[in-house]
């Protein structure tokens, strides 16, 4: 119980951090073969093949992999506006030239757990292909992504403190969603595990502490036409060095667990302040030299892309 001990032992966040950059391979892997596929060879793969390929090949390759940690959603165009889709190869979507994907999966591993949601198009002119409404959206979302992971808070905040911080951008536009913005995640246990939380729900108070992981997840839904999500799992540590004078509180932070970029084609530059290219950039770089060394080819070729400079 996360509540009554918080601090996981050293080996048990290590077992997170390499679980999730082996995760992150098999999931740049997985967007480099989309793009050769789409781009390059001008083919259509449906979201059953997508899930076919990531769980039972790409995942399924990868050294401590047990199975999903939960049914991978892979929802295309107005599809990825179903919060729980699960697709079917009676009637099913497919990705083109264009196509707004939501991709929400994760592994379930002897040393971790991960859980991470990227919305992505492949094509050479996405401005073109993709409305602006949704590149517009999609940045909203990214930049209430980017507010919860940067935020320092004192110690006994509960989660439902910060959940605003994931939607401000969202409702300066009249736009929500209709989940929590994170969950709790246990370490090679339940993907979804309590009582920790970051939600509207204020009945929850318990505080976030040291240790405690969650994902951090906006999204947006627009029935019948698309849907946005990104989701990053965090875990909270101490923020060195910082405690208030006036309430003698020492300060949290959260720390990213995810390592998989974000798709800068649907990014609007404009609508985004210096700090938050500038959060994006760092992320990327992190991104780079953590996975360089495992990837060649077209896969490291597409993630050196990926990661370049907004």
Request: proline share 6%; with cysteine.
């Amino acid at each position: 119980d996360r509540a009554q001990n918080p601090n996981p032992p050293p080996q048990e966040l290590k077992g997170m951090y390499d679980s999730h950059v082996r995760d992150a391979c098999a999931l740049v892997r997985f967007m480099s073969w989309i793009e050769r596929q789409v781009v390059d060879e001008g083919k259509e793969i449906t979201e059953v093949e997508l899930d076919e390929m990531l769980t039972g090949k790409l995942r399924a390759e990868l050294p401590r992999f047990i199975e999903p940690s939960f049914p991978t959603i892979a929802g295309a165009g107005p599809n990825g506006a179903i919060i729980h889709y699960r697709a079917s190869g009676e009637d099913c979507g497919v990705v083109g030239p264009g196509t707004v994907l939501l991709l929400d999966s994760g592994g379930q591993y002897h040393d971790g757990t991960t859980d991470c949601t990227r919305t992505m198009v492949f094509g050479k002119d996405a401005e073109r292909l993709v409305p602006l409404e949704v590149r517009e959206t999609f940045t909203r979302v990214l930049q209430g992504n980017i507010r919860l992971d940067r935020c320092c808070f004192p110690e006994g905040t509960p989660g439902c403190v910060l959940d605003v911080l994931a939607r401000e951008e969202l409702w300066r536009a009249g736009q929500d969603y209709a989940h929590g913005t994170g969950h709790g995640v246990g370490a090679a246990l339940n993907v979804h595990e309590g009582p920790q939380s970051i939600s509207p729900r204020f009945n929850n108070k318990q505080a976030l502490l040291p240790g405690m992981i969650l994902s951090n997840e906006p999204g947006f839904y627009e029935p019948s036409k698309f849907g946005i999500r990104i989701e990053n799992l965090l875990v909270v540590e101490q923020a060195d060095g910082l405690e208030s004078a006036a309430t003698g509180k020492k300060f949290l932070r959260f720390k990213k667990l995810t390592q998989v970029p974000i798709c800068k084609a649907l990014i609007v530059k404009e609508l985004l302040r210096q700090d938050e290219i500038d959060w994006l950039d760092q992320y990327h770089a992190s991104i780079l030299a953590q996975l360089a060394p495992a990837l060649h080819g077209s896969e490291r070729a597409w993630l050196e892309a990926a990661c370049a400079p907004l």
